[in-house]
């Protein structure tokens, strides 16, 4: 069975509307469990006291920021190779959820810096490249907006993700390529020597995962709402036409 049958809007519309109600109410649970275990049920750290507890909303969200990037990239190419429409408009439909996702990660970032390190801001690589991420975002979003052509406009989005993929990938390896940051590491690792305590561990890995389940519903509610536009203008122009 070809996954590509699903490039097919109404093969797309008839999956995606059955799994949806499906992945709301996981994305719902793994959510409520994650963050109620996370902020009231995890102790204090004992350098960063309850600070440390802003990690379950800052790392989903800064994870999200960067693959929901990937994704898009993902989708754009397959626009480039096979123009399918829906993986153009499930691009399109990502992009407002990537950029809330950078902005919840820079703002959670911002109350984790100052007690940490005297600043709301500082130049640090993997913050600065996270906040060009953002730039991007807004002109992916704005580039849709401005061309009247939806297919020049997955075109030239297409090509502004393949750009801005670089700067996603800084924001992901930052840290490692440029030791004086003052980003700390990873907090997830398969090294169980540097990720987070176990304490902070497993209810950090809900709430990715109620993150992720977030995510899809949204951008496949999303991607609907797409393809029912982009129907909607169709049948405008076939009725102007006639």
Known sequence: MSVWKYANPA???????????VLTVLSGAFLLVGLV?????????????????????HVPSAFLAI????????TSLIWFIRRHHVSALAAKAAAPIGITMTLIALFTGAIWGKPMWGTYWAWDPRLTSFMILFVFYLGY?????????????ADLTSILCMVGSVFALLSRYAVNFWNQGLHQGA????????????????PLLVCIAGFV??????????????????RLS?????GSAT
Not at 11 to 21: A, D, I, Q, T, Y
Not at 67 to 74: G, H
Not at 234 to 238: E, G, K, M, T
């Open 11 to 21: 093969k797309f519309m008839s999956l995606s509307g059955r799994v949806l109600p």
């Open 37 to 57: 275990w996370g902020f009231f049920f995890t102790p204090d750290d004992y350098k960063q006291g309850s600070t440390v507890k802003i990690i379950f909303l």
């Open 67 to 74: 693959n929901i990037w990937i994704m898009m990239l993902v």
């Open 141 to 153: 979003m704005a580039l849709w907006t401005a061309i009247e052509d939806r297919d020049t406009a």
């Open 187 to 202: 907090s997830l690792s398969v090294d169980a020597e540097t990720h987070v305590d176990n304490a902070f561990y497993l």
């Open 213 to 230: 389940l977030l995510f899809v519903s949204l951008v496949l509610l999303r991607t609907r709402t797409e393809i029912r536009l982009r």
């Open 234 to 238: 169709a049948l405008q122009v076939r």
